[in-house]
């Protein structure tokens, strides 16, 4: 079978996430990867097991890497995007897409130009349950929608002294828990309930307004190791945390908050979706069960089986029976739509995996979350 070949941009944190999850497709070959330095990529290359490596504008000119993942900070999600359109590469780029909605604006349209394929790594849609609530959803067995509850609660940055290239504005942009994981939330609420959020309040903290210098050496985004005694304190503007109320289009309400500052919540997600006939409750820090409440009878816990669930999310169950799915199972699941479309050369009609378009519909109500914190005001999406 001929193999797509993928270039990786960007191996820190979710750059070997992909290509772990890539290599578990039977018709891809993980062929490159580039670095901010050649040297940082030899380094990473020999590390992860990867032939080829390159600086970013090398990788572009290799005419056989057909698709590359853009798996950089946010604020190289758009230039990197843009160049690897241009050079004929199909594109993945992490979320958020770009740090403002005309750089997205700009890659959606590159895109649909181009004809090629673009996705989002919106990977949480990608849990066998998620796709089992939206089915329900689909089916009417939820009902009309009255609320949404969600949050996304994480400690990585609990402490003064955590470092990450997210606190650097210029690296992260103007918000930071919600656009780092609050860009999952806002897109996986639509997703599932199939509303559009039509206005926003939010209300941001910073909890931490200086952080002090790490307590150990970290690796900045460039590589390069950062000693404690190289870092000043630095005060801090981005959001630790963020309370945002919502409206929907169906007139209904909701609330979501995110917390990077949670002591104790690693990488959870909680939704609860109350409809007229049942509520569901679901959370990824246990992924494969979700509670179904009822009015009349018992409540019911729904196990990841695909002898219970709807084909939609039976489909993306890897192994029969009870056995668990867990986060790297939804990166494979999201690239295995993917490169159907890259194996046919060109983006489908009607993509089943989340695209730039999908990224763009986040941004704007991301971009409409810190319009809203800087007003202290009500924002019409
Ligand atoms: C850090 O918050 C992070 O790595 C996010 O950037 C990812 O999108 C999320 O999936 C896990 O946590």
Not at 29 to 39: D, F, R
């Amino acid at each position: 079978m001929k193999k797509i070949k993928v270039g990786i941009v960007g191996t820190g944190f979710i750059g070997p996430a992909h290509i772990e999850a890539l290599r578990r497709l039977p018709n891809v070959e993980v062929a490159a990867l580039c670095e901010v330095t050649v040297e940082l990529a030899k380094q990473k290359a020999e590390a992860l097991g990867i032939e080829r490596y390159y600086t970013f504008e090398d990788l572009l000119k290799q005419e056989d890497i057909e698709s590359v993942h853009i798996c950089t900070p946010n604020f190289l999600h758009y230039s990197q995007s843009k160049a690897a359109l241009l050079a004929g590469k199909h594109v993945v780029c992490e979320k958020p897409l770009a740090k403002d909605l005309h750089e997205a604006e700009e890659l959606v349209e590159l895109a649909a130009k181009t004809g090629l394929v673009n996705a989002v790594h919106f990977n949480l849609r990608y849990y066998p349950l998620a796709r089992q609530m939206k089915t329900m959803r689909e089916k009417g067995d939820l009902g009309e929608i009255y609320s949404i509850m969600g949050s996304y609660l994480q400690d990585w940055l609990f402490y003064d002294t955590d470092y990450n290239w997210r606190l650097e504005p210029d690296k992260s942009g103007d918000s930071r828990a919600i656009a780092d994981i609050g860009s999952h939330l806002m897109d996986i609420l639509e997703y599932i309930t199939g509303l559009k959020t039509t206005a926003v309040m939010a209300d941001f903290n910073t909890v931490h307004k200086t952080r002090k210098k790490p307590l150990k050496p970290v690796e900045t985004y460039s590589g390069k190791m950062l000693q404690p005694e190289d870092y000043a304190d630095v005060n801090i503007t981005t959001e630790d945390h963020a309370n945002v109320l919502l409206r929907f289009d169906n007139g209904n309400r909701g609330v979501i908050t995110v917390s990077q500052v949670q002591a104790g919540r690693k990488n959870r997600m909680t939704l609860e979706i109350s409809g007229s006939k049942q509520t569901f409750n679901w959370c990824s820090e246990t992924p494969n069960e979700m509670w179904i409440g009822n009015r009349d009878k018992s409540n019911e816990v729904l196990l990841r089986d695909p002898s219970l669930a709807y084909a939609e999310a039976r489909q993306l169950m890897t192994f029969p029976g009870g056995h668990n799915e867990g986060f790297p199972d939804t990166s494979k699941q999201l690239f295995k739509e993917v490169y159907e479309a890259v194996a046919a050369g060109k983006q489908p009609e009607k993509p089943t995996f989340p695209t730039f378009a999908d990224g763009y519909r986040e941004l704007l109500i991301c971009e409409k979350i810190l319009e809203s914190n800087k007003k202290q005001a009500w924002v019409e999406v």
